[in-house]
């Protein structure tokens, strides 16, 4: 593997609220290479859209503490002042947000808000900014560029906006795109289109890419690691392939598990993880995925430090390797054992606390 | 499920149409967008038939046609035999009790007001339930969906979305339904969530003898769930199938170029697959295209395409397709095919014609009545 472009150590973001402190992000370590696809995966609450904002400071808050570090090409991210962080944000590290329907300003032209961009980090002529918005435009294929480059948010459908998040994000040439739920919003036939379109220009221009995202199907299409994230930890990080068929984690198992599949015949019952993510507010104590958990035992109590158990590639699991692999099978297949068989209505979210308000959440 | 009762539900040529209105002091309508384009299907008493599409292809509008949330512009709608099209709001009352609806948005459906008492107590009410019943029956409708019985006293903000579904769940299932349409009930959940929903509804089904109109954008989910699957693109049915039938041999090249978009979860799969990546994007439904609504953006369509409306064509196993030139079928299938009732009115009479697989649209396939391919 390269030289890591992107290094962040031990992250911990806290968030003080009214009702006590949430502990958005605990203990979160990852490097990205050059030209590399990191997966993070989680579902709503569980860290990985903070992680993603911290590096560029835009959750920055008189309520927030970020602690450990995260290094941009040797350059601290967490302490560095506005300004320093102006000449990264779009030049070094670009964001495609969720929305593409709110996060276009719906009153500036297509081509004026891509200009605005490219202006704030270069000195070009006017001539040379409309060639280049065009240009990057015609790349992530918008057709009839030139055209549409007068138009208005407005005129644009859900695709044609994504892809003009993405040629914003691109229009200074990153080194590293942090793609937030990129296609989430999407029809699948143009997710497709719009996956394509990142491979095509991760191949091209070399642009690390982390992808937030809960999709595992967009997930196994696109990425070349992965780190699952639950309750604020990131409970298992390895390649692909390690994650999918050798995963260590129970909460890896359920979330492959319980996944619905075009290519395989129904089950009768759809495996699901029994209960709800944790508070971040007042997290149980050691494993975050303690409660949810069928695998459960004493040592659970206390926090699993992320490390390779012998697999090759590091988890947050207490259960020796042997034991995994063996209580990982559910019928033949991945998947998180349903403790106890319980009748209708008695195998869910019956968590008796109140429930989980969760920070970072979105839809 | 069985899903060999009587048919519950009968639609037959369903239009709805919105006129687009335009004028200073009178309207004039000027256009209208063909949400719903002619559309026949049954759903038979105890089964899921799943109604996909990409978004603005008039499945929800649909759902709501058929429920008598809005006047459909033509078309008959039966209920348990009986014609529902143009019922008043007294005649439909009845029958209103008997279908429910589930929405997608668990955040939004639910009145952040009111108690969760009060929320499950009204369609009780409305059904007859009175005085201490009604607070048991509210409370069984909290066992039966997986929440706790003390939950009664609680807001909706005071849920998670998978428990605020539920709560929607059990506010349907409030009125002893036998039609339940689901509009995307999953959708907005997380993954792991999104199964205990699933497994909570097929549940109710088995227990409750449940009809569901399953709604979703999300074929994976859809093929858990649906006895049958019709596929909707533009306002119409492009195919109707049995669930298992439409994975294994789509006939219709949008059900193909949809299932090879979704990305399957499982890298080695993924890699060894090839995929059909469809360009562009569905046309305006105020002006839908002649011919073939697809034809468009696909890589089979030829000049009868352009043309001449698909009929709905009945291929064994009541396999539906709309295709002039259909995937996965031999020349002994077409023959022995029929043109089904559930057609089009204004869809040509013409049985499709043997295009081989894996020959694109470039190649020269000429129309099945002799047309002449090379007339613009």
């Not at chain 2, 609680?154 to 036998?178: C, T, V």
């Not at chain 2, 295209?289 to 089979?300: A, E, I, K, L």
Request: aromatic residues 4%; proline residues 7%.
């Amino acid at each position: 593997m390269a030289e890591p472009i992107l290094e962040i150590d031990h992250l911990q973001v806290d968030f003080r609220t009214d009702e006590g402190v949430v502990h958005a992000v605990d203990d979160v370590s990852l490097t990205l290479a050059a030209g590399e696809v990191l997966a993070v995966v989680g579902e709503s609450g569980s860290g990985k859209t903070v992680t993603a904002m911290s590096l560029l400071g835009l959750n920055r808050s008189p309520n927030a503490t970020f602690r450990g570090s995260a290094r941009y090409r040797g350059q601290e991210l967490l302490t560095a002042s506005e300004d320093e962080l102006r000449a990264i944000r779009g030049a070094e590290m670009a964001m495609i947000f969720q929305d593409p329907m709110t996060s276009l300003n719906p009153v500036q032209r297509i081509g004026d808000q891509i200009a605005e961009q490219i202006l704030a980090h270069e000195k070009l002529t006017k001539a040379q900014v409309r060639d280049r918005v065009v240009e990057l435009m015609e790349r992530v294929g918008i057709p009839r560029a030139a055209e549409r480059a007068r138009a208005y948010p407005h005129e644009f459908s859900g695709g044609m906006r994504q892809r003009v998040m993405i040629a914003l994000a691109l229009s200074c040439s990153p080194s590293v795109l942090i793609a937030d739920e990129p296609t989430t919003a999407l029809d699948v036939t143009i997710q497709a289109q719009i996956l394509e379109r990142l491979k095509e220009l991760k191949d091209e221009t070399g642009t690390a890419i982390i992808l937030v995202t809960h999709d595992l199907g967009v997930v196994a299409d696109i990425a070349d690691r992965i780190a699952v994230m639950y309750g604020g930890r990131i409970v298992e990080q390895g390649t692909t392939d390690e994650i999918f068929y050798d995963p260590q984690h129970p909460y890896t198992w359920g979330l492959l598990g319980s996944i619905t599949r075009i290519d395989r015949d129904r089950a009768e019952r759809l495996p699901s993880i029994a209960g709800l993510p944790p508070s971040l507010l007042d997290p149980p104590k050691g494993c975050h995925f303690r409660a949810r958990c069928p695998h459960e035992f004493a040592r659970c109590s206390e926090v699993p430090p992320l490390e390779d158990r012998g697999a090759g590639h590091p988890d947050r699991c207490w259960l020796t390797l042997e034991e995994k692999r063996a209580r990982r099978l559910v019928d033949g297949e991945i998947g998180l054992v349903e403790p106890s068989p319980r009748g209708l209505g008695l195998h869910c979210e019956n968590s008796p606390e109140a429930p989980s308000r969760r920070v970072g959440e979105h839809r | 499920m069985s899903g060999n009762g009587a048919p519950l539900l009968e639609v037959e040529h369903v239009k709805q149409y919105f006129p687009v209105k335009s004028g200073v002091l009178i309207d004039r309508t000027v256009a209208n967008v063909h949400a719903v384009d002619d559309v026949t299907f049954s759903l038979r008493e105890g089964e899921t038939l799943g109604l996909v599409g990409e978004s603005g292809c008039g499945k929800t509008t649909l759902s709501r046609t058929v429920l008598r949330l809005l006047d459909s512009t033509s078309g008959r709608i039966r209920f348990r035999g009986a014609d529902i099209t143009r019922a008043n709001r007294r005649a439909m009352r009845p029958y209103r009790r008997e279908m429910q609806m589930v929405f997608q948005d668990p955040f939004a459906s639910l009145n952040p007001r009111k108690r969760v008492a009060q929320i499950l107590g009204a369609p009780l009410r409305q059904r007859g339930v009175s005085g201490g019943d009604v607070d048991r029956e509210a409370r069984d409708l909290l066992d039966r969906v997986g929440l706790r019985r003390e939950h009664i006293n609680r807001y909706p903000h005071e849920f998670s979305g998978g428990q605020r579904q539920r709560i929607g769940i059990a506010r349907a299932l409030a009125m002893n339904p036998k039609l339940v349409v689901l509009d995307e009930p999953v959708s907005a959940l997380d993954v792991s969530i999104q199964a205990q929903i699933i497994n909570l509804l097929e549940e109710l089904q088995d227990s409750l003898g449940l009809t569901y109109l399953f709604v979703a954008h999300d074929l994976s989910v859809v093929r858990h769930v649906s006895d049958r699957i019709a596929v909707m693109y533009l306002g119409k049915i492009m195919e109707l199938s049995p669930a298992a039938n439409l994975y294994d041999k789509p006939i219709h090249p949008y059900t193909q170029a949809l299932l090879s978009a979704i990305p399957i979860p499982d890298p080695r799969e993924n890699r060894s697959r090839r995929r059909i990546v469809v360009s562009g994007e569905p046309p305006n439904p105020i002006q839908p295209p002649p011919g073939c609504v697809f034809h468009t953006r696909c890589p089979r369509a030829t000049e009868v395409c352009r043309t001449v409306v698909p009929p709905l064509t009945e291929y064994a196993n009541g396999h539906l397709a709309a295709c002039h030139h259909p995937l996965n079928v031999t020349p002994e299938e077409i023959a022995a095919s029929s043109i089904s009732d559930a057609s089009p009115q204004t869809a040509g009479q013409v049985k499709p014609d043997y295009v081989p697989a894996g020959e694109g649209g470039d190649e020269q396939a000429p129309g099945a009545d002799g047309t002449p391919a090379a007339q613009a």
